[in-house]
């Protein structure tokens, strides 16, 4: 794999998450598309710590002579985390309240001018 | 009109990534790292307020006794941030607590034998296996984020069929309580040392399950906190409208 891979993977990743977000009009596949930008953010921001032939931050006995330099950075792996859990968090507030919105309005899709007016 | 639009948004930004980020020449500020950063290699040398030359497996003494760094920096040298993150989860599932906590559970048909007896048996070792991510997150990759929601994972399994229903009662004493201890292991570094969520204990032989201080103490508070918590989060969804 190039070097570039991983930060490529997660720029296509979150263009991916943008064409959704901006075409999609049903309020789950709006969720989802959101879903797939954060995880492109995220592999982005991990491959930041990363460099050819690095190892994973645990220390162990293998490592010998570069020290502490063979070792992947583990700063935005730690933060990575956090952004995962609150993203996951979120993520389920928005899906409750997805739910809400279409029991109250009898559909899941977004309205708009464009929009024909929702039968009951 | 509308997607010929949002294609030319998401070609131009797209240009925009490659050129600043990944474009040979000016522009590879992103990718062009090829060590750790000052302040990683504090970290992985355990020395951001002492000196190490070397860190070792089997090491004594270290200002931080987790053998994985990624662990140490969540839990020890950026704990108050981890905490935070707790109450950011313990918000969202407050939240949905209060959008969806008067409704009533799905009333499910009796599960067939198949799905009866499987369930429990997936749902046991899946709990099994996340406590273990848990209890070893400073020496494996892992931790009480993964471990809980594997644990929140066995709930859901749970939830589908009719044989063994979690007591929502239950997981919310355990999420309450869980929460509660990680503040007072807080404090007991507040009252030892004068620092919040400073580490109180002896940080042991690098590489041992008891190792690293507070870490594994933190880890199986956080990791019965997220599980108990995601595991309330599915039981609220798995309900019905009036």
Redesign the interface.
Same mark, same amino acid.
């Given at each position: 794999m190039g070097?570039?891979f991983y930060?490529?993977l997660g720029?296509v990743l %979150? *263009?991916i998450g *943008? $064409?959704g977000v901006? /075409?999609l009009k049903n309020v789950f596949r709006l969720i989802l598309a959101l879903g797939i930008m954060e995880t492109g953010v995220n592999i !982005?921001l991990v491959? /930041?710590?990363w460099?050819p032939g690095a190892k #994973?931050? !645990? !220390?162990? /006995?293998t490592v010998q002579g570069a020290?502490? @330099?063979a $070792? @992947?950075?583990? *700063?935005p792996? @730690?933060l990575v &985390?956090?952004a %995962? #859990? !609150?993203g996951?968090? /979120?993520t389920? &507030?928005a899906? #409750?309240?997805a739910l809400?919105y279409k029991?109250s309005h009898g559909t899941d899709e977004l309205g708009g001018e464009t929009e024909e007016e929702v039968v009951e | 009109m509308r997607q010929t639009a949002a294609l030319l948004a998401v070609l131009g930004i797209g240009w925009f990534f490659y050129a600043n980020a990944m474009a040979p020449g000016a522009g590879r500020g992103l990718t062009d790292r090829r060590v750790p950063s000052k302040v990683s290699m504090a970290y992985l040398s355990k020395s951001v307020s002492q000196d190490n030359d070397t860190v070792k497996p089997g090491g004594r003494g270290y200002e931080d006794g987790s053998a994985n760094i990624v662990t140490a920096v969540v839990v020890n040298y950026r704990g108050f941030d981890t905490l935070g993150e707790v109450t950011v989860l313990f918000t969202a599932a407050l939240a949905i607590a209060l959008l969806l906590g008067d409704r009533r559970r799905f009333t499910r048909a009796k599960s067939g034998t198949i799905l009866g007896a499987a369930i429990p048996l997936v749902a046991f070792f899946l709990i099994i296996t996340g406590s273990y991510i848990f209890i070893h997150g400073h020496l494996t990759p892992g931790g009480g984020f993964p471990g809980g929601a594997m644990i929140a994972a066995g709930t859901a399994l749970a939830l589908l069929s009719s044989t063994w229903k979690p007591s929502h009662t239950w997981v919310k004493v355990l999420e309450g309580t869980a929460g509660m201890l990680y503040v007072l292991v807080g404090f007991w570094g507040l009252v030892k040392y004068g620092s919040f969520l400073k580490n109180p204990l002896a940080t042991g032989s690098l590489g041992d399950l008891l190792s690293g201080g507070f870490i594994l103490l933190i880890y199986i508070l956080v990791g019965i906190k997220v599980g108990s918590e995601l595991s309330g989060i599915v039981m609220n969804l798995d309900k019905e409208a009036e």
């Open positions: 070097e570039l930060h490529g720029f %979150i *263009l *943008l $064409y901006l /075409t !982005i491959a /930041t710590g460099h #994973v931050p !645990i !220390i162990d /006995t020290g502490f @330099a $070792y @992947a950075d583990p *700063l792996s @730690a &985390l956090t %995962i #859990v !609150i996951l968090g /979120t389920a &507030l899906l #409750v309240l809400l029991e | -």
